[in-house]
């Protein structure tokens, strides 16, 4: 199924076959493709470029297919590593945190910083982080398998 081309999103670099890979829903997903181009939001004399992932009912494109600008993309991978990295030892913790200080890290970004903390705010973080870190246990051959092909290929970058 190939991507459109005639809608707001224009798809510059495509993955047309991305319901073969994508994760556990893989060859039983409505996520059809990712393109990065050029975003539907784009103003007269001003262009960015955005992510987008592809969906379709089985009869149209989605409403749900989701766009995002690139900058979004990148900070979203820098938060599950970091999360990722934070469970490898959140075992030390009880609670799988520590209620008294929630906070996982600070990233530099743009003069200031990404907070990376444990939402206290949610009412069910005992129960929530103990799923959450579970999964992140089940999927860890799956994700470890794109982290290291990222891994890859920013060191091939010069990162």
């Excluded at 103990?130 to 999964?135: E, G, I, K, N, T």
Aim: include cysteine; proline fraction near 4%; charge should be negative.
């Amino acid at each position: 199924m190939k991507i459109p081309t005639t809608l707001k999103h224009k798809p510059v670099i495509v993955s047309d076959n991305y319901e073969q890979v994508d994760g556990r829903y893989a060859r039983n997903t409505d996520a059809k493709g990712l393109s990065l181009g050029l975003a539907q939001w784009n103003d007269r004399g001003k262009i960015d470029i955005s992510a987008k992932v592809w969906r379709h009912t089985g009869e149209k494109w989605s409403r749900q297919s989701e766009e995002l600008p690139m900058h979004r993309v990148l900070d979203l991978a820098i938060l599950i590593c970091r999360s990722s990295l934070y469970f490898q030892d959140a075992y030390r913790f009880p609670k799988l945190y520590d209620p008294e200080n929630g906070s996982i890290d600070r990233i530099g970004l743009q003069g200031d910083a990404m907070n990376v903390a444990v939402c206290d705010e949610n009412p069910k973080i005992d129960e929530d982080i103990r799923l959450f870190a579970q999964a992140l246990s089940d999927d860890g051959e799956m994700i470890g398998e794109r982290l290291r092909a990222l891994s890859r290929l920013l060191k091939e970058m010069g990162y």
